[in-house]
Each structure stands twice: as C-alpha cells, then as structure tokens.
C-alpha cells in the first residue's frame, strides 16, 4: 500500500495522540492508588505491632491518663499503633501506665462532659473492661463488664429489699412495674412514678441517666429498675416524683436498649 506524505503525516500525529493518552491513563491510575493510600493510613503506615492481637471488638493499650466522674471513669488510651484515644467504661479503679483492654462501644463526636466541663473530639463509651483493672484486692468479673452502657441489662441497680415507695396519685400516676407492664398501652404517654434514686450517670448523650425503684416488679424480671432521662439532676437516695413521657422499646445503638424509659423527666422531691 502506498501512502502519502500528508496521510503519513496524520498517523504519525495520531500515534503520538494515542501515546499521550495512555501515558496520562498511567498518571491517573497511580494518582489514584496514592489517594487511597493517603485515605487509609493506619493500614498502610501503622501495622500492629508484633505478637499483639487487635480484634476489632476491642481496645487496648497503655493508660496515659484517667479521671472519675459522673459515675464513669475516663481513660486516654494509646495504642500499640501509637494512635491515642479516648474510653469510659463504668467507675473503677485503673492506674495510669498499665495496660488495659476494653469491650468496643459507642463512639460519640464532639461529646461534651458538664461535670468534667470539657469537650472530646471523639469517646467511646466501651461495654466493659476485657482486662487490666480491677477493684482492689477483686479479680475483674466479665459477668459484669455489660454494666458499662446505661442501657445493658447488667447495667440496672440490683433490687434493693429496703425499698417501699408509696405510688404517686393522680390520672397519669403509675409504678415501675406498671410502666413496663403497660408500655404498649403507655407508650409515648405521660407517666407520673414515684421511687427512689438507686443510681445516676450524668451527661451521657447530652442528658442525665437517672435510675429509680419503689419496690415493686423483680430483679429476676428486669421490670424493677426504671431509668428515666433528663436535664434535671437528682442524687442517689433522693425520693422523686417523676413526670415524663414513657417510650416503649427504645434503642438509641450501641447497648443503649430499653424495653421502657421515661423521656423528658423533671423531678420533684
């Protein structure tokens, strides 16, 4: 086949089109394999550390500093990987430079503590400690590590016998086992209950966890321990009337489920 000069002329510029083409494919493929290397540096840059197992039900590592508040106990974590992070698990005693492995949890941004009065970029609220703490002189009890979340099973005051609270009157007037019993019928309903404060966890989700009991329903049960959520904060021992909305089966993730729980609380002594 013969060609021309001017048809010569145009494969050689398309050639060279077509070479530039594939050179700029090349340029964007590795572009692209830097960026997803950028957007997961802690499996590019930070392999665990060796003989150290990170299951991702857990977090582990060296306690660079603690404190106590509200019922829970704050722990800032470093990792193996050397990344840090912020925990809280139930109250109980750590010791800062020991080793500690937690049950993973919810983690919340931009959570703000009133009691501790500071802000944390990001906290898990773990499930419970694995290992590494325990009370003094106490073996840790994994049979317990679920009471970390308010809204665990494990979390719920035991029945206290001493108590006998007399039922509040009035036509929205209920017991703690009568808004479990009812909550169907109660639900997104106001209740008025009065009981005694058996524990609080303050500032968990932007609200107090207040838990009460009047005596009634069974710890066998679960229907005994009411926990009802507020602005307003009360103390353990105080005897309350409680005026909130009940919410039946309520499941705010991450351990935080409810059969029954009082919205909106106010209290009156």
């Given amino acids: 086949m013969i060609v021309s000069v001017g048809e010569a002329g145009k494969f050689k510029k398309g050639d060279s089109m077509k070479k530039n083409f594939i050179l700029s494919l090349s340029c964007v493929a590795a572009l692209s394999a830097t960026s997803i290397a ?15 197992t990170q299951g991702a039900d857990t977090i ?50 931009n959570f703000e503590s009133k009691s501790l009065k500071r802000k944390f970029d990001k ?39 001493k108590i006998s ?18 909550s169907a019928k109660l639900n997104k309903k106001k209740v008025v209950i009065r009981g005694k404060v058996v524990k609080v966890s303050a500032q968990i989700m932007g609200k107090n966890w207040v838990h009460i009991q009047d ?16 602005n307003e904060m009360v103390n353990v021992g105080d005897v309350v009337t409680v005026s909130g909305i009940l919410a039946k089966d309520k499941d705010f993730g991450g351990g935080y489920k409810y059969s029954a729980i009082v919205e909106e609380a106010t209290f009156k002594k």
């Fill in 38 to 52: 950028v957007a997961m540096p802690d499996k590019a840059a930070h392999p665990a550390a060796a003989g150290t």
């Fill in 123 to 161: 906290i898990v609220f773990s499930d419970g400690i694995v290992s590494g703490a325990s009370a003094p002189g106490t073996a840790a009890d994994p049979t317990k590590d679920k009471a970390a979340s308010p809204g665990s099973k494990g979390a719920a005051a035991a029945k206290d016998a």
């Fill in 60 to 109: 582990s590592g060296k306690i660079l500093e603690t404190m106590n508040s509200g019922g829970y106990t704050y722990i800032h974590l470093q990792k193996s990987n050397g990344d840090k992070i912020w925990a809280a698990v139930m109250q109980t005693p750590v010791k800062t430079g020991s080793q500690i492995s937690l049950k993973s949890g919810m983690e919340m941004v």
């Fill in 165 to 182: 609270v007399p039922k509040a009157t009035g036509r929205d007037a209920s017991t703690v086992q009568g808004a479990f019993a009812n």
């Fill in 215 to 230: 005596g009634t329903g069974s710890q066998a049960k679960g229907n005994h321990n009411l926990v009802c959520t507020s």
